[in-house]
């Protein structure tokens, strides 16, 4: 099974891997909400966050920026929320699509770039 977003395969031209962030309470110190108690408030749930990591390779220079245009397409302002699926075919519902970072281009028997992009479920 091919990754995907929005039903769209994005990350499929090379290797690439699913990371969750960190999942659970929202607990800041209360000092840091002007509390003058000693202790943490819990706030709810902190938003869910997956990083795509991975390499996009093509066979040309100019077929490895059809792949970069592709993903870059799909960052916009507002973003809408999909659905984002891994290579084993975990889901992960109403996700944004907040960053793209790229690392920098090899050159070999295939062009390739190295990036990170970052989702996330937006809270309310």
């Given at each position: 099974m091919a990754s995907s977003f929005k039903s769209k395969n994005l990350f499929g031209s090379g290797p690439n891997v699913f990371v969750m962030g960190v999942q659970g309470e929202l607990a800041p110190l209360n000092i840091s909400l002007g509390i003058g108690d000693a202790g943490s408030t819990l706030l709810g749930l902190l938003e869910l966050n997956v990083t795509v990591e991975g390499r996009l390779v093509a066979?040309?220079?100019?077929a490895l920026?059809?792949?970069?245009?592709?993903?870059?397409?799909?960052?916009?302002?507002?973003?809408?929320?999909?659905?984002?699926v891994d290579n084993a075919g975990r889901t992960w519902t109403d996700?944004?699509?907040?960053?793209?970072?790229?690392?920098?281009?090899?050159?070999?028997r295939a062009w390739s770039v190295g990036y990170k992009a970052l989702f996330r479920r937006m809270a309310g």
């Open positions: 066979a040309s220079e100019s920026w059809a792949l970069r245009d592709a993903v870059t397409a799909e960052l916009s302002h507002w973003p809408t929320a999909g659905t984002l996700m944004t699509f907040i960053s793209y970072t790229e690392t920098a281009v090899s050159r070999g």
